[in-house]
């Protein structure tokens, strides 16, 4: 995976690209009774669940969108609590995902060192959105049979 110039994170692009990195629904899958049938509380048996890759950019979003916050006229702000739980839920994400690739470092300015690492290899992560594409689309049409049942 190659660095980009898009996805930055205050420009007038950046909510729209943020955004259409996530599937129909933020990924949120809706998982239970697998039965055809449509009775009127098959939807309250599902249970919404999250493939960590995609909390991990909704995370980067809620972050990226707390930083804009800051610059609000300099004023001292506290990060929200969904802040705080996103930069707890990465952390923890890189930790147990430890890459132990060595990066070759560029001095950006006095003791600043970035790595402009070109990740080579990477999951096919296009599977995992066509699958939460397809089980909320899935969970919309159960939705949508609940309410025509109803009336």
Same mark, same amino acid.
């Given at each position: 995976?190659?660095?980009?110039?898009?996805?930055?994170?205050?420009? @007038?692009? #950046?909510? =729209? !690209?943020?955004?259409?990195? &996530?599937? @129909?629904? *933020? *990924?949120?899958?809706?998982? *239970?009774?697998?039965?055809?049938?449509?009775?009127?509380?098959?939807?309250?048996?599902? %249970?919404?669940?999250?493939? @960590?890759?995609?909390?991990?950019? $909704?995370?980067?979003?809620?972050?990226?969108?707390?930083?804009?916050?800051?610059?609000?006229? *300099?004023?001292?702000?506290?990060?929200?609590?969904?802040?705080?739980?996103?930069?707890?839920?990465?952390?923890?994400?890189?930790?147990?995902?430890?890459?132990?690739?060595? %990066?070759?470092?560029?001095? &950006?300015?006095?003791?600043?060192?970035? #790595?402009?690492?070109?990740? #080579?290899?990477?999951?096919?992560?296009?599977?995992?959105? %066509?699958?939460? %594409? !397809?089980?909320? =689309?899935?969970?919309? $049409? =159960?939705?949508?049979?609940?309410? $025509?049942?109803?009336?």
């Amino acid at each position: 995976m190659e660095n980009s110039v898009h996805f930055a994170y205050n420009t @007038s692009l #950046s909510d =729209r !690209e943020w955004e259409a990195t &996530l599937p @129909s629904g *933020g *990924g949120i899958l809706y998982l *239970g009774s697998s039965s055809s049938s449509s009775s009127s509380d098959e939807a309250d048996t599902l %249970e919404p669940y999250s493939i @960590s890759m995609f909390h991990q950019i $909704r995370c980067l979003n809620i972050i990226r969108k707390g930083l804009i916050k800051f610059e609000d006229g *300099g004023r001292k702000q506290k990060p929200d609590e969904l802040v705080h739980h996103c930069m707890n839920y990465l952390r923890q994400m890189v930790l147990c995902r430890a890459d132990l690739r060595l %990066e070759h470092g560029r001095h &950006l300015r006095r003791g600043i060192v970035v #790595s402009d690492i070109t990740h #080579s290899t990477c999951r096919d992560w296009s599977a995992v959105y %066509e699958a939460a %594409e !397809e089980n909320y =689309r899935r969970y919309q $049409r =159960r939705l949508e049979d609940r309410s $025509r049942d109803k009336s």
